[in-house]
Every structure is written in C-alpha cells, then in structure tokens.
C-alpha cells in the first residue's frame, strides 16, 4: 500500500491568532475510506480546504499522489474531487449545465457519457434539466457530489456528507461512497456522527482542537472505545437492586424504575443474556429495553483523559 | 494554460448574459433612446454643432462609453462577487486553475459583454442620427480596451466588496460621477478655464476624448495621452488583481 494523501506536520493559523490546526501528519492509503472524526470547530474542515487549496497551511506540507499540494497544485488538485459541507450552488443553472461547468475547469474535455453514467448513478438523470433552486436539499447535496465527480478525481473528500439528511438519503450516500471505493477511489470523510463512521470507514482518525489524537482502524478503535448502556425500565418499581443480581453491575436508578447496565460492545461476553434471564427468573416484569451507545462526546473525553495520562 | 478552464467560465458566465438576454440588451437600448430624445432633440436643437459636428451625434460616443463603462463594471463585479456571496468560489479556489485562467474567464466575459452592448447602442444610435466613424480601427480598439480596462475593474471591485451596498457603491459614488464630468455630453471646452484643468485630472475624460477622436477626428486632450491613459489605467488594474491573488485578499485564508 502507498500513501496517496501524506500530510506532513501541517499547521494553519487564522489571521496570526486562531489556531486551526497544529503539527498535523497523516498517511491515507490508495483505496481506503477513512473517516475524520471529531466535534465541531475541531479543524477537520481547516485540514480539508488545506490539501484542497481553499486554505494556505501556515506550515508543513502535503501531498497528493507524490505531488505538493502548493507547489504542484494542478497535479494535485486534478486528482482530488472536493464535497463541502454548505451546499453551495448557483439557484438558477440547470443540474447538467452546473455538472459540465465543473468538468470543464478541471481542465477535462466535454463528456456526455460520463456525465449521465454519474448523474444516473446519483438519481439525478431525471432531473438533469431542473434549475437547482427546484430541488429538495438531499437532491442539491447529489449535485454535489456529482460535481465533485464528474473530473473523475482519485481522491474524494466529504466534508459533513449526510450533515442534516435524512435516514433513507443517508444510507444512499453510503452506497455511493461503497460504490466509488470499489472502483478505486480513496475517501477522506469529516463527520461528527460515530455511527457514520463505523458505518463506512476502514480507518478513523479523532482530530480534536487542531491536532490527531489518534489515527486507527474502525474496529480495533469501536472495540476499544464502545462502551455501552442496557437500560431496563420496569414494571413495577423497586427498593433496592435485586440480590440475584448482585453479580451484574447493575444500578437502580433514583425513582426505582428502571435499571442500567454497561457493558462492552466489542466484548465477546456481554453478559446481555444471563442478566435477561436472571431478570425472569426473579419474576420482574419489563416494560422496555433500549441500548446506548457511548457518545462522540465521552469517547473524546476519554481520549483527552488518555492523552493527558 | 488550462485551456478548457477558461473556456468553462467564460461559457457559463456568457449563459447567465444570454439567460437574461432582453434585460441586458433592452435597458441600454431604451436608456440611449431616452438620451437622444432628451439631449438630442429637446435640448439639442438648441445647441448648435459642437466642434463641427452636430450635437446628436456628438453625444453618440460618449453614450456609448457611460453604458460600456458602468455594464463592464456591473457585470464584472457581479460576475465574482455572486460565486463569493453564494459560497460556490470553493470550486473555483480547488480547481487546477492559476489567477491567469479565472481572470481571462471573467473578465473575457463581461468584456464580451460590454462590448455587444456599447455595438448595440451605436446601432441604436444610428436610427436617431447619421454616424460617420473617421478611424474604425481605432475606435474598435479603444472600445475593446475599455471594456477590457473597466471589466478588470469591475472584478477588483467584486472581490473587494463584502456585501450587496459595497457592490454599488464605487459605480455609483465614483465612477458614474467621473463619467458625467468626464464630457460624455460636453467637449471640456465648453467649460471656464479653471474647471477645464481640473477636468484634466479625471481619467474619463481621456477615454472618451480618444473615442470621440476615432469617430470625428477631433479631441479635447492629444490621442496619445488617451493611449497612454488606458493603457496606464489597464496596467494598474491588472496589477490590483495580481496582487490580489497573490495575497489571497478577500478569497483566501
């Protein structure tokens, strides 16, 4: 495996104050996905528009396919396929006629083909003739992405792909990223969401404040940080923890309704179905059961505690 | 050079032109018309010839150069500054694409503009008043090189601008003013001595006197000092715009 985007130490301070990312380096592999994982204002988006020339790294460097993204920033900029986070489009041009413009200053000759290849494939070909202020906000975020496809880039950056879509557009947009990884492209995703993240990405690197806290892939990263919550609600309420269940870690929540259990996702053992079945056999009756997932928030503080250790 | 790139801008900026194509070319038709209804005929019976030359036809080449000026500006301001109020100046900011390239896109095209509406209005002008062009040659080139001169301009202007009011602002406080003293009415004769010297210090009057001269053989400053003006205005524009993306002012962080 090569590395098709190196990132070398990389820093961006706004306007000699702000500091948006501080001694960034990063490999990311031909072929990969891998999700930047981190809350808002973290510099994912600083980090984005840095390789992709919208930003000037204050320092460091970067490369894209062997080339410098400032330096060799034709070469550079031609393989890489750029999707914001805002949905910046102009209201009054037709789907296709805004696709071909952005082929165009690529550099890339006319391509009918190809555009309908990429349009059909985004549920977009019906409405090539539409003026962009027609269409619903998931369609403008396809435009997007057909957009930044339509130069046939190596490398494509999501910025926030499925910020503010809906569960059923959400799950197209990740068939589209599956889609694309099969045929070669390495994706470079920022999301706030963990579930987007293990969804989809081979590896996840947590940026918080400017700076990678660590680069690892999906599995090890969930099995590692995901802890869970079995909340049980009751019933009828309860004094105390029942003594059958002494074994468990379990907890009575304040008003005796309801218990909660944490365990670990990744574990092998969870423990989910001896507690279920001490619960019947001490005869308590359930109303509910729900799981949560720990959230984006307390991975980070977790890491942050790590990192300070 | 990238060479479709260009071309890219250039066609798409033209489309929204020809989207709009009865507003752009309408209005300037109609507001010549009511320029030589209202200092042609009303008002310029009452003037006898200027330098030799009726007053509606003296009047046809600095029409031409109001419209061209303030339809270069607006379209080239508007033409960035849209993509930069919209937020679609990402794509262009991430493309493989040098200042070179987005300049000649733009400004090409609201050029282009300008100058289909300044030939526009000299037809125009032809129903009202018979039109001789002494030099065509010469007129055609300072036409082109002020629609190039104003478009690049236009496209500082764009990029300075920080919202709708800074958009005008310059057209209207500046530019439009400097046009109106500027003789597109008058030869700067026709003004008392003293005013004849500070009207020597407004660019506009060299642009227009040299476009007169191409049509009439006559000018109120030498056609070498309206060469060199346009020419020292052309320059200066393209340096402001050199800078510009050299620093990244108001595009880049």
């Known amino acids: 495996m090569t590395a098709i985007v190196d990132v070398q130490n990389m820093g961006k301070v706004y306007a000699g104050r702000f500091t948006a990312l501080s001694g960034v380096s990063l490999q990311i592999e031909q072929g990969e996905i891998i999700a930047l994982l981190g809350p808002n204002g973290a510099g994912k988006t600083t980090l984005i528009s840095a390789l992709c020339g919208i930003v000037t790294p204050s320092s460091g460097r970067a490369t894209v396919g062997g080339h410098d993204v400032v330096t060799g920033y034709r070469k550079a900029r031609a393989m890489i396929g750029l999707v914001p986070q805002e949905i910046a489009l102009e209201p009054f041009e037709k789907v296709i006629n805004t696709v071909r413009f952005s082929r165009g200053l690529f550099g890339k000759r006319r391509d009918d083909a190809l555009i309908e290849k990429i349009l059909r494939q985004l549920s977009l070909w019906d409405k090539r003739n539409s003026r962009i202020r027609e269409l619903s906000g998931g369609m403008k975020r396809r435009v997007l992405i057909a957009k930044a496809l339509c130069h046939e880039p190596r490398v494509l950056f999501l910025d926030e792909p499925t910020a503010g879509v809906d569960v059923e557009l959400r799950r197209d947009m990740w068939q589209v990223v599956e889609d694309l990884r099969q045929s070669g492209v390495t994706i470079i995703l920022t999301t706030h969401y963990i579930e987007e993240a293990e969804a989809i990405a081979d590896r996840i690197a947590v940026i918080s404040k400017g700076r990678i806290l660590l680069v690892e892939p999906t599995a090890d990263l969930m099995a590692r940080m995901g802890q869970k919550t079995l909340r049980i609600d009751l019933m009828e309420r309860l004094e105390a923890v029942p003594e059958a269940l002494a074994g468990y870690d379990v907890s009575l929540s304040a008003d005796g309704t309801s218990l909660s259990y944490t365990y670990e996702a990744g574990g092998e053992r969870t423990g989910i179905t001896r507690l279920l079945q001490a619960l019947a056999a001490e005869g308590l009756a359930l109303r509910d059961i729900q799981t949560k997932q720990s959230s984006l928030e307390e991975i980070f503080v977790g890491l942050i505690k790590e990192g300070e250790a | ?253």
């Open chain 2, 1 to 253: 050079m990238n060479l479709p790139a260009i071309w890219a801008i250039y066609l798409y900026e033209m489309k929204r032109f020809f989207r709009t194509l009865m507003e752009s070319l309408l209005s300037p038709v109609i507001s010549t018309s009511l320029y030589f209804v209202v200092f042609g005929a009303a008002i310029g019976s009452r003037i006898d010839e200027v330098e030799g030359v009726s007053y509606g036809a003296f009047i046809v080449p600095g029409l031409i150069m109001l419209s061209v000026m303030t339809q270069a500006i607006s379209n080239a301001s508007f033409g960035i500054y849209f993509p930069k109020f919209i937020g679609t100046i990402f794509e262009l900011l991430s493309a493989p694409v040098n200042f070179l390239e987005i300049v000649l896109g733009y400004v090409g095209a609201a050029a282009t503009k300008s100058l289909l509406i300044g030939i526009v209005i000299l037809v125009t002008a032809g129903f009202f008043v018979e039109i001789r062009i002494m030099h065509p040659w010469a007129m055609l080139a300072f036409l082109l090189l002020t629609c190039i001169s104003f478009s690049l301009f236009g496209f500082i202007i764009g990029i300075w601008a920080e919202n709708f009011q800074q958009l005008q602002l310059i057209p209207l406080l500046v530019i439009t003013p400097l046009i109106f003293l500027g003789g597109a009415f008058y030869s700067i004769s026709m003004l008392p001595e003293s005013w004849q010297t500070v009207a020597l210090f407004n660019p506009v009057v060299y642009l227009v006197s040299g476009f007169r001269w191409s049509f009439f053989g006559t000018a109120d400053v030498g056609v070498g000092w309206s060469l060199l003006a346009i020419a020292g205005f052309t320059g200066i524009c393209m340096g402001v715009v050199w800078w510009i993306f050299k620093t990244g002012y108001r595009i880049k962080s």
